[in-house]
Every structure is written in C-alpha cells, then in structure tokens.
C-alpha cells in the first residue's frame, strides 16, 4: 500500500516528494522549500540548500532531486511569522552551518516531528504547532473560513453555493461590502481565492481515492482537464505529475 506523502490541513499543504520539476508558476500561499541534503534544489535555475521561504503572489520555477514543500496560508498564524522572516524579499534561504537533514516521513502523523529542525532553523516560535489559527479579525470573515475549511473534514462543500452575492446576504452584508472586507483580510480577492480553496479540495479529494474526474467535478470543475490546467497555473506541474511525485518516495 502506497503511504501518503501529502496531507491537507486548513492553513497548510505539507508534501514530501521527488523529482520535482515544475514550469513558472505562483500561488496564493507562502511556500517553504527544504530539500534533502545532498539533493540538488534549484529555484529559478539558482542552487539552493538549507531551508528557502517564497513569498504569496511571487512567480517562480523549483526543481528539487527530494524533500519538503509547504504551502501555508499568509493570513494563518505561521504565515504571518514567515513573512517576518522575508523582510521584504520576494525569497529568502537560511543556510545554516549545522541544518539538520529533511527526513523521509515513514507515518503520516509524524510529519509534524520531522518538520521541527526546520521550523528550529528559521528561528519560529512554537506558533507553528498551531499553524492553522487564521490571523482574520473580522468574525464574520472568520465565520465563512471556519465553513470553507470543512471541506477538508469531507465532502466538499458544493460551489454553487459560494457565489459572492448569496455569501454576503448569509453573513448581513451588501456583496460590495463583503468583497472590499474580505479582500482587506485575506489581501486576495474572493473568486480567486475561492478557485485556490476548490484546488485544494479537488487534491483533498484524490488523497480520499477520488479519481481525478470524480474530483474535479466534486469542487466545481467542468472536468479533469480543467481542473488539471488551473492546477499547473498554481503549481507549475499537471496532476498526473504531482501524483506521480508522491508515488516515487513512497
């Protein structure tokens, strides 16, 4: 039996993988790259080692022989302490004299352990225990996150459902209201973020043995092929790649 090397939690994506090779691409996430020691790593086409932090919103290209990728959420509590660390920068790596080596996960639930000498390396408070706890401060903003992220606990929440206007009446307010609020938030607009939550329900969906048409149409998708091209937009390889990369290191 293939052992996951991909889990899904509200405010984080956490892979191990190999061979990863992907074309230009940005999302909406904070990306942490930690290769395995002596696995090449390159970030637009520059070689790279230790621990590397991507800021949301920047365009880039990775190839890496093995080790960690994290996507996490800007606005969760993890996301907010990586951005202190960029200063600024668009990228920044930390290479330190004695960085510990990523570590294969052999058990899903130990994945948290074995990020640990990263999270030490990048000097991070114990925060990131709790990478999940959105920064949000508008309850009722916070409200529809809490909904969205059930999601992740099943099935996924039809997306017709998520139109801005019938959004904005459940939470009392006028959709222009709710769409300046909630762009003020999150620092992304609502469609496009709605598109990034359906993404992750679709993998969400496969990690759960969907295929990938069953998926595709269970979060919104026209079919495999369109959830496939708005996957590779975001993360610069199809999903038949990405499938394929969990299975190497399995």
Not at 192 to 210: E, H, K, T
């Amino acid at each position: 039996m293939i052992k996951p090397t991909v889990w899904v939690h509200p405010g984080v994506i956490t892979t191990y993988g190999s061979s990863i090779d992907t074309t230009s691409h940005s999302h909406h996430a904070i990306q942490v790259v930690w290769p395995q020691s002596n696995s090449l790593c390159k970030l637009n086409g520059g070689e790279i080692s230790g621990g590397t932090i991507i800021d949301s919103k920047v365009e880039h290209q990775l190839e890496m022989v093995e080790g960690w990728v994290l996507l996490i959420e800007p606005k969760s509590n993890l996301g907010q302490e990586l951005l202190t660390k960029l200063m600024g920068q668009p990228f920044k790596s930390f290479n330190t004299l004695f960085f510990e080596s990523a570590k294969k996960p052999a058990q899903a639930e130990d994945f948290t352990k074995l990020l640990t000498p990263l999270f030490e390396a990048l000097t991070l408070t114990k925060q990131f225990l709790i990478f999940n706890k959105s920064t949000v401060r508008d309850k009722r903003i916070q409200q529809l996150l809490t909904e969205l992220n059930q999601c992740l606990q099943g099935d996924c929440i039809k997306p017709t459902n998520w139109r801005a206007a019938e959004v904005a009446s459940q939470l009392a307010l006028s959709e222009s209201r709710f769409l300046h609020l909630f762009s003020e938030e999150l620092g992304i607009s609502w469609r496009p973020y709605l598109l990034w939550r359906r993404i992750i329900c679709a993998v969400q969906a496969m990690i759960n043995s969907s295929s990938a048409t069953d998926a595709a149409h269970l979060a919104g998708f026209s079919d495999s092929a369109h959830l496939s091209r708005t996957f590779r937009n975001n993360f610069g390889m199809t999903i038949r790649q990405a499938i394929n990369i969990f299975k190497k290191v399995s």
